[in-house]
């Protein structure tokens, strides 16, 4: 028998670069299925989100942050942020209450202004601002566009995040069940394990290195010996100068962002692994089709 009651659709997190989007993800989920970092940019692809409860399911989706692209891998990012848009029931744009308007959240607004779908402001980093600068914030938004609904949260704290939640849920209309209720996430194990690798690489290294650096997983495969799972990872820069940078000295760097990585991935599977990192030299990959295709960033698609 059909439950009319129960409702489902898919929710864009979309904004500038550093607003806070993958927290606000994995907030809304009680996991880490997006990676986090203070450098902008972190999000490169999109990630499936995927909340169910009683009400209903709905996909949120964690978009890389819209910007003016420098080079072929930022022109991937926006075009899949921008495509986007065209695919869901509710886009969420998040800006900083901090930081307050700037010229990037004008920039999206203005691609916003020929989209029919409902857009709800969520204004988030609210734990760091004074509230009586919300109201005059707010103001300044709603000036430049006509939002269906105003959310102040703060991803960090979960401080109004039920009632972003909430809000969702009486926009959707009845749908299905998309994905089984224990899912929290679309992508495959080896993708986040790559992310979770590459968020470490973002955290422990100096501001040259983050853009520039991928990461793939080139093996996965249980122990004969024990329950021990072995993954094989290499992290890919652009110069030899980043490369000695994140092995660091006697290969202090690249032994912490391992200890670090395996105890995310563990936590993930569930089992211990043994995690082996090596870091190679791809001169000026951004910018090359077939490493971007190989790396997961599929440009043919848009």
């Known amino acids: 028998m059909e439950n009319n009651d129960y409702k489902s659709g898919f929710a864009a997190l979309i904004g500038r670069p550093n607003v806070g989007k993958s927290t606000l993800l994995n907030q809304l989920?009680?996991?880490?299925?997006?990676?986090?970092?203070?450098?902008?940019?972190t999000t490169r692809?999109?990630?499936?989100?995927?909340?169910?409860?009683?009400?209903?399911q709905i996909v949120f989706i964690d978009t890389?942050?819209?910007?003016?692209?420098?080079h072929r891998l930022g022109d991937f990012?926006?075009?899949?942020?921008?495509t986007t848009l065209r695919e869901v029931d509710i886009i969420l744009f998040l800006v900083d209450a901090e930081a307050g308007m700037g010229k990037g959240d004008e920039f999206i607004?203005?691609?916003?202004?020929?989209?029919?779908?409902?857009?709800?402001?969520i204004i988030n980093k609210i734990d760091l601002v004074h509230p009586d600068k919300l109201l005059p914030l707010i103001d300044s938004y709603m000036k430049k566009?006509?939002?269906?609904?105003?959310?102040?949260?703060?991803?960090?704290?979960?401080?109004?995040?039920?009632?972003?939640?909430?809000q969702v849920f009486e926009r959707l209309e009845a749908g299905p069940q998309f994905y089984p209720e224990d899912q929290v996430t679309d992508h495959p194990e080896r993708f986040l394990m790559s992310e979770m690798i590459r968020e470490k690489v973002l955290h422990l290294t100096h501001e040259e290195i983050p853009?520039?650096?991928?990461?793939?997983?080139?093996?996965?495969?249980?122990?004969?010996?024990?329950?021990?799972?072995?993954?094989g990872a290499v992290v890919v820069v652009e110069r030899s100068s980043q490369k000695g940078i994140i092995i660091g000295k006697q290969g202090k760097m690249l032994k912490e962002i391992?200890?670090?990585?395996?105890?995310?991935?563990?936590t993930m599977l569930g089992s211990k692994i043994f995690l082996e990192i090596w870091v190679k030299v791809e001169e000026d990959w951004r910018n090359k089709p077939k490493q971007l295709r190989g790396f997961g960033y599929d440009q043919d698609e848009y």
């Open 109 to 121: 607004m203005d691609r916003l202004s020929g989209v029919e779908t409902p857009v709800y402001l």
């Open 258 to 266: 391992g200890k670090l990585a395996r105890q995310d991935i563990e």
């Open 77 to 82: 990012m926006s075009k899949t942020a921008v």
């Open 211 to 231: 853009h520039s650096v991928a990461v793939e997983i080139e093996q996965i495969k249980k122990r004969e010996t024990s329950e021990t799972i072995y993954v």
């Open 64 to 70: 890389p942050g819209i910007h003016k692209p420098k």
């Open 29 to 41: 989920l009680g996991q880490k299925v997006a990676i986090m970092s203070d450098k902008p940019q």
């Open 45 to 56: 692809n999109r990630i499936q989100g995927v909340y169910t409860e009683e009400r209903g």
């Open 145 to 166: 566009h006509a939002f269906t609904e105003v959310i102040p949260v703060s991803a960090k704290d979960g401080n109004n995040v039920e009632a972003l939640v909430t």
